[in-house]
């Protein structure tokens, strides 16, 4: 059985900053891929980053400078988010795969089988 957590969300002002923590558990995760979606309220659930088992990473242009993806451990990735805007506000879910997927193909939510219950992120204008 595995197990995806995150946490770190929360409320924050515009221009602020939140770290999100993805934690997965069950598996050896060291080939895992892991990303990072958001949704928010009417929209659909949205590709905002990935990393692979080397450290190597995609991010969505819209957070390019201000979101950066990091994997600390085999089971563990971050989300730094920094210069956060309004239309950042959303659920965050964190996703794990070990499936032979190229990063390339890694933006949609069908490339991912086990997923988080998803943080809240709310940035206040």
């Known amino acids: 059985q595995v197990q995806v957590v995150e946490s770190g969300g929360g409320l924050v002002q515009a221009g602020g900053s939140l770290r999100l923590s993805c934690a997965a558990s069950g598996r050896t995760f060291s080939s895992y891929v892991m990303g990072w979606f958001r949704q928010a309220p009417g929209k659909e659930r949205e590709f905002v980053a990935a990393?692979?088992?080397?450290?190597?990473t995609r991010i969505i242009d819209s957070v390019k400078g201000r979101f950066t993806i990091s994997r600390v451990a085999r089971n563990t990735v971050y989300l730094q988010m920094n210069s956060l805007k309004p239309e950042d506000t959303a659920i965050y879910y964190c996703a794990a795969d070990d499936r032979d997927i190229e990063l390339g193909n890694r933006d949609h939510p069908a490339s991912y089988r086990y997923w988080g219950q998803g943080t809240q992120v709310t940035v206040s204008s």
């Open positions: 990393v692979n088992w080397s450290g190597r």
